[in-house]
């Protein structure tokens, strides 16, 4: 859970820092994904936990976006204690049911090279890998932890392994809501 460059909360489980690429600032939503590039970027950010090669296209960032909204969905849920709508449960399905997609061996004339999947089939793996990541997640102990900043004007969510913990980052909204309580008791008391 680290403040990262153009992502602001990496760290979490993967379902959650996939989900936190949609922010709130000064009351607007942000998506922190709305290009290819940009998706490009999250994944080089994640290499340690997706793997992913080349550059993400239009058709890629689509299937991830839609997947992060049912993700976002069930989460959703979880926290509120009721049930997801059926699409969010049956995108997830879907994406959860997708076999993994793997590099092959391949062999030129004189020596073996890996043969990357073709695209639509990292395209699978990658939303297999999220969609699995989100079902653990919502199946496991974390899920009775999982929680959206308290601060107004957040909407990232973690899994808060400290019971007390209420900001994604204390740093960053917990400090503002710190500077707005003091300003508030300041201007009170004057």
Same mark, same amino acid.
């Given at each position: 859970?680290?403040?990262?460059?153009? /992502?602001?909360?990496?760290?979490?489980?993967?379902?959650? @820092?996939?989900? !936190?690429? %949609? #922010?709130?600032? =000064?009351?607007?939503?942000?998506?922190?994904?709305?290009?290819?590039?940009?998706?490009?970027?999250?994944? %080089?950010?994640?290499?340690?936990? #997706?793997?992913?090669?080349?550059?993400?296209?239009?058709?890629?960032?689509?299937? #991830? $976006?839609?997947?992060?909204?049912?993700?976002? &969905? $069930?989460?959703?849920?979880?926290?509120?204690?009721?049930?997801?709508?059926?699409?969010?449960? @049956?995108?997830? !399905?879907?994406?959860?049911?997708?076999?993994?997609?793997?590099?092959?061996?391949?062999?030129?004339?004189?020596? *073996?090279?890996?043969?990357?999947?073709? *695209?639509?089939?990292?395209? %699978?793996?990658?939303?297999?890998?999220?969609?699995?990541?989100?079902?653990? $997640?919502?199946?496991?102990?974390?899920?009775?932890?999982? +929680?959206?900043?308290?601060?107004?004007?957040?909407?990232?969510? /973690? #899994?808060? +392994? =400290?019971?007390?913990?209420?900001?994604?980052?204390?740093?960053?909204?917990? !400090? &503002?809501?710190?500077?707005? +309580?003091?300003?508030?008791?300041?201007?009170?008391?004057?």
């Amino acid at each position: 859970m680290t403040p990262t460059p153009g /992502f602001l909360l990496m760290g979490e489980p993967l379902a959650l @820092d996939l989900v !936190n690429t %949609r #922010v709130r600032h =000064n009351g607007a939503a942000l998506d922190l994904l709305e290009t290819p590039a940009a998706l490009t970027m999250w994944l %080089r950010r994640e290499r340690g936990r #997706v793997a992913w090669t080349g550059a993400a296209s239009a058709a890629d960032l689509t299937a #991830v $976006l839609g997947l992060r909204d049912a993700i976002a &969905r $069930l989460l959703c849920a979880t926290r509120e204690h009721t049930r997801p709508p059926k699409p969010a449960l @049956d995108k997830v !399905n879907r994406a959860l049911a997708w076999p993994m997609a793997r590099p092959r061996l391949g062999w030129s004339a004189s020596e *073996p090279h890996l043969v990357p999947p073709a *695209p639509d089939s990292q395209r %699978r793996a990658l939303l297999h890998v999220l969609a699995a990541d989100a079902a653990t $997640l919502l199946t496991g102990p974390q899920a009775e932890r999982l +929680r959206q900043c308290a601060h107004p004007d957040c909407i990232l969510q /973690f #899994v808060a +392994r =400290n019971p007390r913990r209420r900001w994604c980052s204390d740093s960053v909204c917990g !400090n &503002r809501a710190r500077v707005a +309580r003091h300003y508030l008791h300041q201007h009170r008391t004057h």
